[in-house]
C-alpha cells in the first residue's frame, strides 16, 4: 500500500509559477514509475509527466518546455515545477505512483487566473 499527499497548489496568476509536492508514505526507490496526472473541469484525467527509477521521463506535448518533473528518494519526494503557467492549466493534479498496482493523492487545485 502506496500512500501519496500533494501539496503546494494554488491560485497564480498567467505566466506566473508553482511547483508541487508528493510525499509518499514509502520508500520510492522501490516505487518504479511515478507522475502527475491533471483533470481539468468537466474534463478526463490526462498525464501531465512521468519519471521512472532509472530517470526516463516522459511529458504531454502541452507541458514540454514549461514543467520539470523530477523526484528524491532521499526524501521520498515527488515534485512537478511549472512554470509559464496558462489558464489552460488549470485543473486539480494528481500524485501518481506504480508499485504492483495504481496508486493516487487526493489531489490539489490549480488555479491559472487574472
Known amino acids: 500500500q502506496v500512500q501519496l499527499v500533494e501539496s503546494g497548489g494554488g491560485l497564480v496568476q498567467p505566466g506566473g509559477s508553482l511547483r508541487l509536492s508528493c510525499a509518499a508514505s514509502?520508500?520510492?526507490?522501490?516505487?518504479?514509475?511515478m507522475g502527475w496526472y491533471r483533470q481539468p473541469p468537466g474534463k478526463q484525467r490526462d498525464l501531465v509527466a512521468t519519471?521512472?527509477?532509472?530517470?526516463?521521463?516522459v511529458y504531454a506535448d502541452s507541458v514540454k518546455g514549461r514543467f520539470t518533473i523530477s523526484r528524491d528518494n532521499a526524501k521520498n519526494m515527488l515534485y512537478l515545477q511549472m512554470n509559464s503557467l496558462k489558464p489552460g492549466d488549470t485543473a486539480v493534479y494528481y500524485c501518481?505512483?506504480?508499485?504492483?498496482?495504481?496508486?493516487w493523492g487526493q489531489g490539489t487545485q490549480v488555479t491559472v487566473s487574472s
Open positions: 501518481w505512483a506504480l508499485r504492483r498496482a495504481s496508486y
Open positions: 519519471v521512472s527509477g532509472g530517470g526516463n521521463i
Open positions: 514509502i520508500s520510492i526507490s522501490s516505487i518504479n514509475t
